[in-house]
């Protein structure tokens, strides 16, 4: 009788823990892609990336004495990359989209929209970094933090630039 319960018991583990091990094993392989292409388009224009983070099919990283930030998204299986020359940006924003809700006598808000915005020098057209998405993202995983890190950082970068061009 003990065999009996020890074989229940591990085809139960087995059956539980197997889809995290397949998760872990191959569910991750988008994001090892994502990285793998986002570090030979660095390469390609000899990048030296000080900073980079990877999430949700995205990818962003500085090159600090290059002074140009990396972005890359798939958008439609299809990684699409985005240069910022921080030297022609003077700040950098958080959009923050957000809906009140309703929803059985309780009010609820929800996340629609996340993104850096760049306002370059003179009159140039606004950049858009998005973040996240409700649309095209399942689940929300930190974007918010994740977005004040990058903020702050290129902020950094943008007033150690504008010093060292004061100071010159």
């Known amino acids: ?48 990336l ?3 983070e990877t999430w949700n099919g995205r990818q962003i990283a ?3 004495i290059k002074n140009v930030l990396l972005y890359g998204r798939i958008v439609q299986d299809k990684l699409i990359f985005e240069y910022i020359d921080l030297a022609q940006i003077s700040q950098v924003n958080i959009f923050e989209d957000s809906k009140t809700k309703r929803i059985d006598g309780k009010v609820i808000t929800t996340l629609e929209n996340l993104a850096l915005t760049f306002t370059p020098q003179g009159n140039g057209t606004p ?11 399942a689940s929300q995983n930190f974007e918010l933090k994740r977005a004040t890190q990058w ?6 970068q943008l007033h150690i630039k ?6 010159a």
């Not at 889809?19 to 390609?44: D, M, Q, R, V």
């Not at 504008?162 to 100071?167: D, T």
């Open 1 to 48: 009788m003990k065999i009996d319960m020890i074989v229940v018991f591990a085809f139960v583990v087995g059956i539980v823990a197997l889809p995290y091990i397949f998760f872990i094993l191959f569910g991750s392989s988008n994001t090892k892609k994502i990285h793998a292409k986002f570090k030979e388009e660095a390469s390609k224009n000899d990048l030296s």
């Open 50 to 52: 000080a900073q980079s």
């Open 62 to 64: 500085i090159d600090t």
């Open 127 to 137: 950049v858009t970094l998005n973040f996240y998405d409700s649309l095209f993202d």
């Open 151 to 156: 903020k702050n950082t290129i902020a950094q």
């Open 162 to 167: 504008s010093a060292h061009h004061v100071a």
